[in-house]
């Protein structure tokens, strides 16, 4: 999937563009949002893959590695208690270890590994392309983090190139009520450039790095996606609020 065909991906007339888009970028930016903070992960590109937060989140080696030290504990606290037999109280909790290490195992092997390692390589490739970005939400207030790629040196004119499907970033242990429900906001600008490093038939979306930093993607909608009726209803949904706005004041 390529992100450097500067051809237009929605009709002409009414298709969003970079100054539509980086307006309602700003004017979410300056939205009463969640004080949620993300926690720094390890450096990818000098740290192996599975030190790495999120990547070991998508593999499943989290849940793999907390259901291993469970059963192991459960085990251990029945045969201190009963000896070598095991406490009929134990039992439940030990099929419920066991039964996470097999699907974190499981995740590990199959997609969810597959998907982090791919991540990882395409963080560290060389060769990245130069792009400016949008940064949105969906919905505006505590939404999923989504970043519209434009080419680099194009107008303000130009039509979005793709959208990114960005991860939630790790949060501090400590949270405060309700931020559980609540992805931690980017701690970037609404509008800036970035790196795409990784854009690989094993990993089409790449990886976007900004400031020095990478962000993990969970989907995109490439060409033919914006094309269609999900991406349009997407680009409908981000820019709702700013014409309700814009009505508004005309009224």
């Known amino acids: ?26 004017r979410q930016a300056a939205l009463p949002r969640p004080g949620a903070r993300s926690r720094r992960e390890a450096d990818i590109r000098r740290v192996p893959w599975w030190r790495v937060r999120t990547l070991r989140r998508i593999s499943g080696l989290s849940i793999l590695a907390t259901a291993v030290v469970c059963t192991i504990l459960v085990l251990a606290i029945s045969g201190l208690v009963a000896g070598p037999s095991l406490m009929p109280e134990a039992l439940l909790p030990l099929v419920v270890s066991v039964g996470l290490s097999l699907y974190g195992a499981y995740r590990l092997r199959g997609g969810g590994g597959a998907t982090a390692r791919a991540l990882a390589r395409a963080a560290c490739a060389p060769g990245p392309v130069s792009k400016r ?15 519209v790629l434009f080419p680099a040196g194009g107008s303000d004119d130009g039509r979005p190139e793709a959208v990114l499907e960005l991860r939630p970033l790790p949060q501090p242990s400590h949270r405060f009520l309700g931020a559980r429900k609540l992805p931690a906001d ?56 700013a014409a309700e706005d814009a009505e508004a004041m005309e009224s």
């Open 186 to 241: 980017l701690p970037v600008e609404p509008t800036g450039n970035l790196e795409l490093h990784g854009r690989t038939d094993e990993s089409p979306m790449g990886v976007p790095w900004i400031d020095g930093r990478p962000y993990w993607p969970k989907r995109s909608y490439g060409s033919d996606e914006l094309k269609k009726g999900e991406g349009q209803a997407l680009m409908a949904r981000l820019l709702a609020d």
């Open 133 to 147: 970005y949008a940064l949105l939400y969906d919905p505006p207030w505590g939404g999923i983090a989504l970043l």
């Open 1 to 26: 999937m390529s992100h450097d065909d500067a051809e237009s991906l929605a009709p002409r007339t009414g298709a969003p563009t970079y100054a539509m888009l980086t307006a309602e970028a700003r």
